[in-house]
């Protein structure tokens, strides 16, 4: 049983993601049959209506739901090793709130100053925004992060920052006209389905990168297990991993947070729900397990928010809040 | 095996150690003796690459230290920390196959060398049954048996340990010490460990490298004895040490 674990976990996480997306598809405020869900993707016979709302709605969101589930789950275990913290994540650490800070910037900010532009360059001025937003706190926390380990230190942090992005955040609402902030508050309750096909053309590549780059670190990151000090007497160059590691986040929540808003709980829970699946800490394991782990809740989470139209973050929250709870618990009584 | 000359090491204003020199011979086991606060563990981290000095030069089996990249020092020296490490999940033979980073692939998976590396490892501390073991699940005295293990994966000629013998009870205490003396004498490595405890630096050791600060004196532990430096540097009002006998006197 031991032996076989890790492979048989992969391949039941793998078929339900694979069935999770099928339904995913079938699911909305339009019900269609799985037969036609085929059909319209393989260029079957299907009414034209049936086939435009698989291929160019629920298609992209369910791709969406994917790349978002592994791209935060991905962010948050290497936050969670890096900082050798089982609270850290993107949204707990406010990296999500420095991008949000940066959309915010965008959205209402851009028109306040007169700034309009084509849609292609909005794609890329929303992401570029959200991705220098999340740098910032990223290299802010790990100033402050270096130097003090206590969990709840890294999250007092990530609460302030979270505050102080909302203040910032309610100034420009105050400002802005009323377009521009009906556009923000629809972001802010994050949505994979606001997702253009345009967008997707950005998203895709940029969290393919982000993931790339944090396969590129799984040695990196199995050393910074055992901190940064056994880490550099046992060759690695610490710097340079830490840069690469910033650099995939900072891709990965960055990009999502840009088009889906702030989805708060994924990339903090999920590394602990691949933890208990693969009851493993070795990131050649546990890295393509918490993406496809993820992948595998925001499908669920998606087809929940579908049932009971609500937004997508509000089903991540309920859901995520337990794990972090049963965390804390944990991690308390273990010291 | 490690030679430091001219060494000054402190941090900010403060001086621990000033202009000492010393060469640590390899096939030996050398006890770092001092009182607290006088730069053992700061002297260690110097010689594993970790910190920064303000003088002098370090050579690790005759190599400048500051010439080496991250990857050849590792291959050259490791060091066990007195930091706990318990991760969750983490197997013995995982944390053990870390030690094989310098010679791993960018993947970092274990080829048939490195599994026997740490097979051996595991073996040479008395852990070969707890391969499979996770440290969560493990006493203070495993976990440290575990990191040296670990260390010794890294096949470098030069160990260094920062007070192991901490979290162990007596027996388990000189256990490890009489291993790490039949590893330094039947592998010719060279081991340099920090240690409060006066009588197996002198009962089971070489040498002992003692800190009188802001100086350093290495000495064959008879002639260290002979010295009477010990018994100066660990005596107060309170307590007389007799290094020829090993025993505490309360005055």
């Not at chain 1, 962010?75 to 913290?85: A, D, E, Y």
């Not at chain 2, 089996?61 to 930091?83: F, M, N, Q, S, Y």
């Amino acid at each position: 049983m031991m032996r076989h674990r890790i492979p048989l976990t992969f391949a039941l996480l793998t078929a339900a993601v694979a069935a999770l997306f099928v339904v995913d598809l079938a699911t909305g405020s339009v019900a269609i049959p799985l037969g036609e869900v085929w059909a319209a993707l393989t260029g079957g016979e299907t009414a034209p209506a049936t086939a435009k709302i698989v291929r160019s709605i629920r298609l992209i969101k369910a791709v969406v739901a994917v790349a978002t589930g592994a791209a935060l789950s991905v962010s948050g275990l290497q936050m969670q090793t890096l900082f050798r913290n089982p609270l850290a994540g993107p949204y707990v650490l406010g990296i999500s709130s420095g991008a949000s800070l940066g959309v915010a910037l965008f959205i209402l900010g851009a028109p306040l100053l007169g700034a309009t532009g084509s849609a292609a360059l909005s794609t890329l001025g929303m992401a570029g925004a959200a991705w220098a937003g999340a740098a910032a706190v990223l290299v802010v926390i790990a100033a402050v992060g270096r130097r003090i380990r206590d969990i709840m230190v890294i999250l007092i942090l990530g609460m302030m920052f979270s505050s102080g992005v909302g203040a910032v955040v309610q100034m420009l609402q105050y400002l802005s006209h009323e377009d521009a902030l009906k556009a923000f508050v629809i972001w802010t309750m994050g949505s994979l389905g606001d997702v253009t096909s345009g967008q997707l053309a950005l998203l895709l590549p940029a969290v393919g990168l982000g993931l790339a780059l944090s396969v590129a670190v799984v040695k990196p990151l199995d050393l910074l297990l055992l901190g940064e000090h056994y880490a550099r007497t046992m060759g690695l160059d610490v710097r340079r991993s830490r840069q690469l590691v910033f650099l995939s986040t900072t891709l990965l929540a960055g990009t999502v947070t840009a088009f889906c808003g702030p989805i708060g709980f994924v990339g903090l829970a999920v590394p602990h729900v691949a933890r208990l699946l693969f009851r493993r800490a070795d990131h050649r394991v546990l890295l393509p397990g918490a993406a496809l782990t993820g992948a595998v809740v925001l499908l669920l989470c998606d087809i929940v928010s579908k049932w009971l139209t609500l937004p997508v973050n509000t089903i991540t929250a309920l859901l995520g809040i337990p794990i972090v709870v049963w965390v804390v618990v944990r991690y308390q009584s273990a010291s | 095996m490690i030679r430091f000359e001219h060494l000054t090491l402190g941090y900010g204003r403060r001086t621990l150690l000033d202009d000492v020199s010393a060469s640590i011979p390899a096939g030996a086991l050398t006890a770092l003796v001092g009182r607290n606060g006088t730069g053992k563990s700061t002297l260690l981290r110097a010689l594993a690459g970790l910190g920064e000095r303000q003088r002098g030069r370090i050579l690790l089996a005759g190599k400048e230290i500051d010439g080496l990249t991250p990857r050849r020092r590792a291959e050259c020296v490791a060091l066990v920390t007195t930091e706990r490490v318990r991760i969750p999940d983490l197997r013995c033979r995982d944390v053990v196959g870390l030690g094989r980073a310098p010679y791993t692939d960018w993947t970092g998976r274990l080829r048939g060398e490195d599994a026997a590396a740490v097979a051996r490892s595991l073996a040479q501390v008395g852990m070969a049954d707890y391969a499979d073991r996770t440290m969560d699940s493990m006493s203070d005295g495993e976990c440290q048996r575990v990191m040296i293990a670990r260390a010794l994966a890294q096949q470098t000629p030069i160990i260094l340990l920062d007070e192991p013998t901490s979290f162990l009870d007596l027996p388990n205490r000189y256990e490890l010490c009489t291993l790490l003396a039949r590893l330094a004498r039947d592998e010719g490595k060279c081991i340099l460990f920090s240690t409060h405890e006066l009588d197996i630096a002198l009962t089971l050791c070489d040498s002992v490298a003692l800190i009188d600060p802001p100086q350093l004196h290495h000495l064959p532990v008879a002639e260290m004895i002979r010295s009477g430096r010990i018994e100066r540097l660990f005596s107060n009002d309170a307590v007389r040490f007799d290094a020829a006998t090993g025993r505490v006197e309360i005055r």
